[in-house]
């Protein structure tokens, strides 16, 4: 794959909006992309337990509606929907929190698939404080992550170079580009939502210092 940083984060749409969700207002963290292939071998890498180690991470637990999964060494959660090959939602359980992911699947042209994915979290004290130091690409750029890993893997089959050793890789190279550009790209989507600029770009650099190993505040803009 060539490597351009700007061309990889600019094929994500991201967005942050607010909404009522069970019953209670949640901030929500959208992100969407089109992949050139048709909606069942979108769905299959999603859903697959050996497809999903490939682009994602180890998974184990119970996989079908209503149980629970296990990512190895992240969260966990209970599958709370599954319209195949349409939308998947589960819960996001990590660190005694909880929050929500929705993926939705839509045909496009000849081919070609949307995915559209949200991370929906109540709005708490302690979220909005997490909120308030590292904005939406605290969650986004680990999901434009993830995003990008699909995308090396319904073009080649195999595990994406980005999805073996994420954490070191962030540090170096290309892959310190690529944080940064995502980071400062969720600052953006920040600032439409109606953040204060200077304050989602701040957020934005402290996020890049977490995901690039680089000290608080070093996160370049390009």
């Given at each position: 794959?060539?490597?351009?940083?700007?061309?990889?984060?600019g094929?994500?749409?991201r967005k942050?909006?607010?909404?009522?969700?069970?019953g209670?207002?949640?901030?929500?963290?959208?992100?969407?992309?089109?992949?050139?292939?048709?909606?069942?071998d979108?769905?299959?890498?999603?859903?697959n337990p050996?497809?999903?180690p490939?682009?994602?991470?180890?998974?184990?637990?119970?996989?079908r509606?209503?149980?629970?999964?296990?990512l190895?060494?992240?969260a966990?959660?209970?599958i709370?929907d599954?319209?195949?090959?349409?939308?998947?939602?589960?819960?996001?359980?990590?660190?005694?929190?909880t929050?929500?992911?929705?993926?939705?699947l839509?045909?496009?042209?000849e081919?070609?698939?949307?995915?559209?994915?949200?991370h929906i979290?109540h709005?708490?004290?302690?979220?909005l404080g997490?909120w308030?130091?590292f904005?939406p690409?605290a969650v986004?750029?680990?999901?434009?992550?993830?995003?990008l890993?699909?995308?090396?893997?319904?073009?080649?089959?195999?595990?994406?170079?980005?999805?073996?050793?994420?954490a070191?890789?962030?540090?170096q190279?290309d892959?310190?580009t690529?944080?940064?550009?995502?980071?400062?790209?969720w600052?953006?989507?920040?600032?439409a939502?109606g953040?204060?600029?200077?304050?989602?770009?701040?957020?934005?650099?402290?996020?890049?210092?977490?995901y690039?190993?680089?000290?608080e505040?070093?996160g370049?803009r390009?």
């Amino acid at each position: 794959m060539t490597f351009d940083a700007h061309r990889l984060v600019g094929a994500v749409r991201r967005k942050v909006e607010s909404r009522e969700w069970k019953g209670k207002t949640a901030r929500v963290v959208i992100a969407d992309r089109t992949y050139p292939t048709d909606v069942d071998d979108v769905w299959d890498a999603l859903t697959n337990p050996e497809r999903i180690p490939r682009w994602f991470m180890p998974i184990s637990g119970d996989l079908r509606l209503g149980g629970r999964y296990q990512l190895q060494g992240n969260a966990g959660g209970v599958i709370e929907d599954c319209d195949a090959p349409r939308r998947l939602a589960v819960t996001w359980e990590m660190r005694g929190q909880t929050s929500w992911v929705i993926v939705v699947l839509t045909a496009e042209g000849e081919g070609e698939t949307r995915l559209r994915l949200e991370h929906i979290a109540h709005e708490d004290e302690q979220f909005l404080g997490f909120w308030d130091q590292f904005g939406p690409g605290a969650v986004g750029v680990g999901w434009d992550l993830s995003l990008l890993g699909l995308a090396e893997h319904l073009e080649t089959g195999g595990a994406p170079a980005t999805a073996r050793d994420a954490a070191v890789w962030l540090t170096q190279g290309d892959g310190k580009t690529l944080g940064a550009a995502a980071s400062n790209a969720w600052a953006e989507a920040a600032i439409a939502f109606g953040t204060d600029p200077e304050a989602a770009r701040a957020a934005a650099d402290r996020t890049t210092a977490f995901y690039t190993g680089g000290g608080e505040g070093q996160g370049k803009r390009d």
